[in-house]
Nanobody, 111 residues
Framework: EVQLVESGGGLVQPGGSLRLSCTAS????????VSWVRQAHGKGLEWVSG????????YYTDSVKGRFTISRDNAKNTLYLEMNNLTPDDTAVYYC????WGQGTQVTVSS
């Protein structure tokens, strides 16, 4: 059974940082463009960031540019999202998406 598992979420104060990870079982990220998508409580899905299969091109929604960094380690079959200078507006469940969806990890930014 294919599983994408996100980790690294939690409660952080405004201005803080978190690093999300996404690992996969029975599936390899290699060759796939992958994305991070988030959903705040009571709101729709929002695409946050994407990276191409080679890891050579990255993309961000405007609200996270300069604060978030997406990366991948194909050898470890892992996707990352480094999040800095977090604000309460970043509070959401974060999903990694690569043909399949993970179960999500909660990120809460609050003082």
């Amino acid at each position: 059974e294919v599983q994408l598992v996100e980790s690294g979420g939690g409660l952080v104060q405004p201005g803080g940082s978190l690093r999300l990870s996404c690992t996969a079982s029975e599936f390899t990220f290699r060759g796939y463009a992958v994305s991070w998508v988030r959903q705040a409580h009571g709101k729709g899905l929002e695409w946050v960031s994407g990276i191409n299969g080679a890891g050579s091109s990255t993309y961000y929604t405007d609200s996270v540019k300069g604060r978030f960094t997406i990366s991948r380690d194909n050898a470890k079959n892992t996707l990352y999202l480094e999040m800095n200078n977090l604000t309460p507006d970043d509070t959401a469940v974060y999903y990694c998406v690569a043909k399949y969806w993970g179960q999500g990890t909660q990120v809460t930014v609050s003082s």
